[in-house]
């Protein structure tokens, strides 16, 4: 079962990276884009533990909208996501590079190393 969840984990990130993909390099992707990149992640998160820490989050979170992402921080070179589920009382913040990458998600919108 570990391997299975870790394995959907790995191909969600590996499309969308393939979407992304440029032949001379990769650009930032736009604000539109990165949003509906932070929302796929959480989609893919529904009924399973993507071994991130904050466990196994309801289906619901599979049905929601690219309207539920906002954008909560940004820097050089990186986004981080809030994405909020109204059917669930939790919140997923997605870190992501401005290429478009996805590094981490929690619940605390804390990242080490991002100030």
């Not at 932070?38 to 979170?61: E, H, R, Y």
């Not at 478009?100 to 080490?112: I, L």
Request: aromatic content about 10%; glycine content about 10%.
């Amino acid at each position: 079962m570990k391997y299975r969840i870790t394995l959907c984990l790995l191909a969600s990130l590996f499309v969308s990276s393939n979407l992304l993909a440029h032949g001379s390099g990769h650009a930032p992707v736009t604000e539109k884009k990165a949003l509906a990149i932070a929302t796929q992640t959480v989609q893919g998160f529904a009924n399973i533990d993507p071994q991130l820490g904050f466990g196994k989050v309801p289906a619901s979170w599979a049905n929601i909208g690219n309207e539920a992402a906002t954008i909560f921080q940004s820097g050089d070179g990186y986004y981080i996501f809030k994405v909020v589920n109204p059917s669930d009382e939790r919140t997923l913040y997605i870190l992501m590079s401005a290429e478009g990458q996805v590094y981490d998600a929690n619940t605390s919108g804390k990242f080490e190393g991002v100030n």
